[in-house]
C-alpha cells in the first residue's frame, strides 16, 4: 500500500506560481511512476504529467506543455509540480498518483493509488 498526500495548493492570481508536493509514504516509492491529475468541476479528471522512477521519462498535457514541471526527490519520497505562469483555467482539484508499472501513463486507468487532492484557483 502507498499513502500519497497533496499539499502546496492556494489561491492565486493569473500569471502567478505554485509549487504542489505529493508526499508518499512506503519503502518502495522510488520504483514508482508518478503522475498529476486535475479535475475541474463538472468535468472528468485531466491528465497533466507524468514521471518516471528514475525521471528519465517525462510527459506533459499539451494544456500545461511549457508552464509546468513536474520532478521527484527519491530520497524524500515526494514528487513535486511546478506551476508557473497560472491561468484561470488552471483552476482545479489536482490530484497525485502512483503507478506499480515500471512505464510512465497519462490514463487515469493505469494508475493505483491516489491521492485526496489539493484545490488550486487561479482568479483572473
Known amino acids: 500500500q502507498v499513502q500519497l498526500v497533496e499539499s502546496g495548493g492556494g489561491l492565486v492570481q493569473a500569471g502567478d506560481s505554485l509549487r504542489l508536493s505529493c508526499a508518499a509514504s512506503g519503502d518502495t516509492f522510488s520504483s514508482y511512476s508518478m503522475g498529476w491529475f486535475r479535475q475541474a468541476p463538472g468535468k472528468e479528471r485531466e491528465f497533466v504529467a507524468t514521471?518516471?522512477?528514475?525521471?528519465?521519462?517525462?510527459r506533459y498535457g499539451n494544456s500545461v506543455k511549457g508552464r509546468f514541471t513536474i520532478s521527484r526527490d527519491n530520497a524524500k519520497n515526494t514528487v513535486y509540480l511546478q506551476m508557473n505562469s497560472l491561468k484561470p483555467e488552471d483552476t482545479a482539484v489536482y490530484y497525485c498518483?502512483?503507478?506499480?508499472?515500471?512505464?510512465?501513463?497519462?490514463?487515469?486507468?493505469?494508475?493505483?493509488?491516489w491521492g485526496q487532492g489539493t484545490q488550486v484557483t487561479v482568479s483572473s
Open positions: 498518483a502512483a503507478t506499480t508499472r515500471s512505464a510512465i501513463y497519462t490514463l487515469v486507468r493505469m494508475y493505483d493509488y
Open positions: 514521471i518516471s522512477w528514475s525521471s528519465g521519462n517525462i
